[in-house]
T-cell receptor, first 117, second 110 residues
Framework: GAVVSQHPSRVICKSGTSVKIECRSLDFQATTMFWYRQFPKQSLMLMATSNEGSKATYEQGVEKDKFLINHASLTLSTLTVTSAHPEDSSFYIC?????????????FGSGTRLTVV | QKEVEQDPGPLSVPEGAIVSLNCTYSNSAFQYFMWYRQYSRKGPELLMYTYSSGNKEDGRFTAQVDKSSKYISLFIRDSQPSDSATYLCAMSFTGNQFYFGTGTSLTVIP
């Protein structure tokens, strides 16, 4: 149980275009999902907390107009990178918590490798 | 100062060795401690979790938390080549937002 599916796993886009990444909880409902960004050889950095039915909470330094988050249902959160630039190239990972803390902890998606050319 | 410090390695050990991975932290309010394993280009997967202090064992893996020293460890016994991955520690105040270490890259040589 506690599977998080993330799609696409890899995307290459042109500078200036927008890219949407989907995060789905397959066998549980997630009122809260989290979006992380990971640069090579660096830690996961929390970008934002996605809350079903309400606005996302962004971490300091993260541009909310650039990284649009929509959590329209209990099983789906999307991250849209708008007007992407090469510096947005990174590994984006979502996570969600299934059940009480400890049973599954936080389950992560498999990540999306974004390359902006 | 970072909230969580973790030696990035890389760490290379022969098959069958005992591996010790460690993290230190600065905020004594952390209550939840987790270890994740991340294979290349994949999302992290939960290995162990601990609430507050103490030890926890699961198969070949043992997690230890020493809150007095602000130090957590993950031990891997009888290491296998399939254990080769990056290991991330993570901790939280409330069980919601987590702070991650940079990860330690481990290679187990057959």
């Amino acid at each position: 149980g506690a599977v998080v599916s993330q799609h696409p796993s890899r995307v290459i886009c042109k500078s200036g275009t927008s890219v949407k990444i989907e995060c789905r909880s397959l066998d549980f409902q997630a009122t809260t999902m989290f979006w992380y960004r990971q640069f090579p050889k660096q830690s996961l950095m929390l970008m934002a907390t996605s809350n079903e039915g309400s606005k996302a909470t962004y971490e300091q330094g993260v541009e909310k107009d650039k990284f649009l988050i929509n959590h329209a249902s209990l099983t789906l959160s999307t991250l849209t990178v708008t007007s992407a630039h090469p510096e947005d190239s990174s590994f984006y990972i979502c996570s969600a918590r299934a059940g009480g803390f400890g049973e599954y902890g936080y389950t992560f998606g498999s990540g999306t490798r974004l390359t902006v050319v | 100062q970072k909230e969580v410090e973790q030696d990035p390695g890389p760490l290379s050990v022969p098959e069958g060795a005992i591996v010790s991975l460690n993290c230190t932290y600065s905020n004594s309010a952390f209550q939840y401690f987790m270890w994740y394993r991340q294979y290349s280009r994949k999302g992290p997967e939960l290995l162990m979790y601990t609430y507050s202090s103490g030890n926890k064992e699961d198969g070949r893996f043992t997690a230890q938390v020493d809150k007095s020293s602000k130090y957590i460890s993950l031990f891997i016994r009888d290491s296998q080549p399939s254990d080769s991955a990056t290991y991330l520690c993570a901790m939280s105040f409330t069980g919601n937002q987590f702070y991650f270490g940079t990860g330690t890259s481990l290679t187990v040589i057959p």
